[in-house]
């Protein structure tokens, strides 16, 4: 399993997460995949509007999961099909209160997506988030309404942490096995003005 390698203490969850392309192809617990989604249901957003949607298809819901998985593009169907649950995402683009148009609906999402792969990760589970998706598609399929956008898709499930066979395997597995790479701190920390590095940084 591939640890990140961080430069300063953080939560054991977040060097432990991942997004794996080989899954176990079994079903996942009920239990586990709504803890998942309650871990989803506490993040923050603005005005505590909530504007996070998902569509769930469990892997022994046969149909179900073939259906969903055809949302996605073909390049990811392939590695997702082994998932034991598929996640299409969406966000409502108003308030619910004023009804006034939420630009911060797709950071919220992120952030409700971002908590459900850590619980899942503590779960011993990993999820793979995906932008890979036919979107009009999703709107047909599941008659997503016109306040309302598909967004991303997210496969959960076990790793499949066994040496690959095949070599579709072996390919996928050296995507998941690469090197683990974050821009430093000093790129992405600034102070006094755009570009200029963070002192505290060092």
């Not at 709504?34 to 469990?58: G, H, K, T, V, Y």
């Not at 148009?101 to 589970?125: F, I, K, M, W, Y």
């Not at 430093?184 to 920390?189: K, P, T």
Request: proline share 6%.
């Amino acid at each position: 399993m591939p640890v990140n390698d961080v430069d300063h203490p953080v939560l054991e969850c977040l060097q432990d997460r991942w997004s794996p392309y080989r899954f176990e192809p079994c079903e996942l617990e009920d239990a586990k995949l709504m803890s998942c989604l309650e871990a989803a249901r506490w993040a923050a957003s603005s005005f505590n509007d909530q504007p996070w949607f998902w569509i769930i298809a469990r892997r022994q819901e046969t149909e179900e999961f073939a259906r969903m998985l055809s949302c996605l593009m073909e390049a990811n169907q392939g590695w997702a099909a082994n998932a034991g649950v598929l996640v299409l995402t969406a966000i409502r683009k108003k308030f619910d209160y004023n009804g006034k148009p939420n630009r911060v609906a797709l950071h919220d999402l992120g952030q409700a997506a971002c908590q459900l792969s850590l619980q899942a990760t503590e779960l011993g589970l990993q999820a793979h988030q995906m932008a890979g998706v036919n979107l009009s598609r999703i709107r047909q399929e599941y008659q997503i309404p016109e306040d309302y956008e598909p967004q991303t898709a997210i496969a959960i499930g076990y790793p499949n942490m066994n040496p690959p066979e095949s070599e579709e395997e072996q390919a996928l597995h050296k995507r998941e096995s690469a090197p683990r790479q974050r821009r430093s701190l000093a790129e992405q920390v600034f102070s006094g003005k755009w570009g200029e590095k963070a002192g505290f940084l060092g």
